[in-house]
């Protein structure tokens, strides 16, 4: 397959899952999901794992069928599209549960506009702690008025 269809099929996928992530999360994990993700918003145990985390399990599953239909089933799509999946689900994992979250104590001084106002985006999510109220439900496209605000 040419490659530049197969680099625009796995950008393209990067894209549409930030569509997902913004999706899945206001309408899901704040919806019938809410028991899932609610240990996000208000944690209510000590494990280092999270019931949203299941999200993940979730992404990482579709991505596996994916490489699965690629590799026997000889669905060239498969694999720039479960790569795109995956390296979304990587950089969702980096920046908001290590980045923002710090469930690794790593990257603590990263410092620029877009870490600012990443972080900003997130923190006004989590002011709300119930299923029904919420904002900035995206993660890494973040609104342009948070880069105001980060000066
Ligand atoms: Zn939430
Ligand atoms: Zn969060
Ligand atoms: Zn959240």
């Given at each position: 397959?040419?490659?530049?269809?197969?680099?625009?099929?796995?950008?393209?996928?990067?894209?549409?899952?930030?569509?997902?992530?913004?999706?899945?999360?206001?309408?899901?994990?704040?919806?019938?999901?809410?028991?899932?993700?609610?240990?996000?918003?208000?944690?209510?145990h000590d494990s280092w794992f999270e019931?949203?985390d299941?999200?993940?399990?979730?992404?990482?599953?579709?991505?596996?069928?994916?490489?699965?239909?690629?590799?026997?089933?000889?669905?060239?799509?498969?694999?720039?599209?479960?790569?795109?999946?995956?390296?979304?689900?990587?950089?969702?994992?980096?920046?908001?549960?290590?980045?923002?979250?710090?469930r690794f104590?790593?990257?603590?001084?990263?410092?620029?506009?877009?870490?600012?106002?990443?972080?900003?985006?997130?923190?006004?999510?989590?002011?709300?702690?119930?299923?029904?109220?919420?904002?900035?439900?995206?993660?890494?496209?973040?609104?342009?008025?948070?880069?105001?605000?980060?000066?």
């Open positions: 397959m040419h490659t530049l269809i197969w680099i625009g099929v796995f950008l393209a996928t990067f894209c549409i899952m930030e569509f997902m992530a913004w999706f899945t999360h206001k309408y899901i994990m704040h919806g019938f999901l809410w028991s899932l993700h609610k240990d996000h918003h208000k944690k209510d019931r949203n299941s999200f993940f399990l979730f992404y990482a599953a579709i991505s596996i069928i994916l490489f699965y239909l690629w590799s026997y089933k000889g669905l060239w799509i498969g694999l720039p599209i479960g790569l795109g999946i995956f390296c979304y689900g990587l950089a969702y994992f980096l920046v908001h549960d290590i980045f923002i979250h710090q104590k790593i990257f603590k001084k990263a410092s620029n506009r877009y870490t600012k106002a990443i972080r900003r985006a997130h923190k006004t999510h989590h002011k709300h702690i119930n299923k029904e109220d919420g904002e900035c439900f995206g993660m890494l496209w973040v609104p342009f008025k948070y880069y105001k605000e980060a000066k």
